[in-house]
């Protein structure tokens, strides 16, 4: 018996997924907008100026739901352009495993866009071809898919999501 060798480490998660079918494992995501990319650096700048730290604060406050207003318009263009619907149930740096009520074939290209995080809105987008059909769960078929092109600030994102999971998983059990 093969004995599987990981480069990434995988949770167990329940996260939402909007795809489509790709023609090529290299095709480049279409997806740009730098929503995995967090804008700490205003706190920082902001604070060198003589403002007081209550307006500081409520600044911040408003730029945080501006990003959730953008993030929630920004989705239904998302699910104009990934009309195929699935939620995740596994996922690492290196791929990810879903389930969904639409029909797949083994070596089916997809171009995902994963849902990471809703409040700050965290997407990333990613291209991966489906490697294997696993057991059937009670809402349908568990399918592998395997990134092949994913941009490095995305698996960036998706590991320190894995962590931030695996914390909390730690936290959990240490109560």
């Given at each position: 018996?093969?004995?599987?060798?990981?480069?990434?480490?995988?949770?167990?998660?329940?996260?939402?997924?909007?795809?489509?079918?790709?023609?090529?494992?290299?095709?480049?995501?279409?997806?740009?907008?730098?929503?995995?990319?967090?804008?700490?650096?205003?706190?920082?700048?902001?604070?060198?100026?003589?403002?007081?730290?209550?307006?500081?604060?409520?600044?911040?406050?408003?730029?945080?739901?501006?990003?959730?207003?953008?993030?929630?318009?920004h989705q239904s263009s998302i699910q104009a352009e990934y009309?195929?619907?699935?939620?995740?149930?596994?996922?690492?740096?290196?791929?990810?495993?879903?389930?969904?009520?639409?029909?797949?074939?083994?070596g089916d290209h997809l171009e995902l866009v994963i849902t990471?995080?809703?409040?700050?809105?965290?997407?990333?987008?990613?291209?991966?071809?489906?490697?294997?059909?696993?057991?059937?769960?009670?809402?349908?078929?568990?399918?592998?898919?395997?990134?092949?092109?994913?941009?490095?600030?995305?698996?960036?994102?998706?590991?320190?999501?894995?962590?931030?999971?695996?914390?909390?998983?730690?936290?959990?059990?240490?109560?």
């Amino acid at each position: 018996m093969e004995t599987e060798r990981r480069t990434y480490t995988r949770i167990e998660t329940a996260l939402q997924a909007f795809m489509r079918k790709s023609v090529s494992p290299s095709t480049q995501p279409g997806l740009r907008g730098g929503f995995s990319q967090p804008v700490d650096h205003l706190r920082d700048a902001l604070q060198q100026t003589s403002l007081p730290d209550e307006l500081l604060d409520y600044l911040e406050a408003i730029n945080a739901k501006l990003d959730t207003i953008l993030g929630l318009l920004h989705q239904s263009s998302i699910q104009a352009e990934y009309p195929l619907e699935a939620t995740i149930s596994q996922i690492s740096g290196a791929g990810l495993q879903f389930t969904s009520p639409h029909d797949f074939q083994e070596g089916d290209h997809l171009e995902l866009v994963i849902t990471l995080s809703r409040f700050p809105l965290r997407l990333v987008n990613v291209v991966g071809t489906i490697t294997r059909r696993q057991q059937t769960r009670e809402n349908g078929p568990v399918w592998v898919v395997e990134f092949t092109f994913i941009r490095d600030n995305d698996r960036e994102a998706i590991i320190q999501y894995v962590f931030r999971e695996q914390r909390e998983m730690i936290r959990g059990e240490k109560l």
